[in-house]
């Protein structure tokens, strides 16, 4: 896909339809495979993403908010998922840390859309697009996946 051409909502459905999680893939590959993938597609499809969902995937988003910030957060994570052997065996140096990045970043994604308060993930919101205001409610959907991560 094209990110100057495509939207977001075809980013989106074109990851949910191809990421796929191969038969032989580690349970922890596979766990956070689906997790994440699951979560990226909630989160893309979420009320708060309404006016970003039809832009191009380049075009600057018309709400940053926290439900954006995580997408992009949380489709990133994935795509690094994508860099590690699902087998997680014979890695190399470069797979190994992809697979830590993956670990801690799931982690704290985690954290970020579990915390109650506002709090670290307003301040990064804010501190990243220069912007703060209401924030979405995530809603249950979306805390059930993240209390399964």
Same mark, same amino acid.
């Given at each position: 896909?094209?990110?100057?051409?495509?939207?977001?909502?075809?980013? $989106?459905?074109?990851? *949910?339809?191809?990421?796929?999680?191969?038969?032989? @893939? =580690?349970?922890?590959? !596979?766990? #956070?495979?689906?997790?994440?993938?699951?979560?990226?597609?909630?989160?893309?499809?979420?009320? $708060?993403?309404?006016? *970003?969902?039809?832009?191009?995937?380049?075009?600057? @988003? =018309?709400?940053?908010? !926290?439900? #954006?910030?995580?997408?992009?957060?949380?489709?990133?994570?994935?795509?690094?998922?994508?860099s590690v052997p699902p087998t997680l065996q014979g890695m190399s140096a470069q797979e190994k840390e992809a697979w830590s990045d993956v670990q801690s970043r799931t982690e704290m994604s985690k954290s970020l859309i579990l915390d109650t308060n506002a709090g670290m993930l307003d301040m990064?919101?804010?501190?990243?697009?220069?912007?703060?205001?209401?924030?979405?409610?995530?809603?249950?959907?979306?805390?059930?996946?993240?209390?399964?991560?």
């Open positions: 896909m094209d990110p100057y051409k495509n939207t977001r909502r075809e980013f $989106a459905n074109g990851m *949910n339809d191809t990421f796929s999680i191969p038969a032989d @893939a =580690a349970q922890a590959w !596979k766990k #956070y495979g689906e997790n994440l993938k699951e979560l990226t597609y909630k989160l893309a499809f979420h009320d $708060a993403m309404k006016p *970003n969902i039809d832009q191009t995937y380049m075009t600057l @988003a =018309a709400s940053k908010n !926290k439900v #954006y910030f995580m997408w992009d957060f949380v489709a990133r994570t994935l795509s690094t998922l994508g990064m919101v804010s501190s990243t697009y220069g912007q703060s205001g209401p924030s979405p409610a995530f809603g249950e959907e979306i805390l059930a996946l993240a209390r399964r991560m």
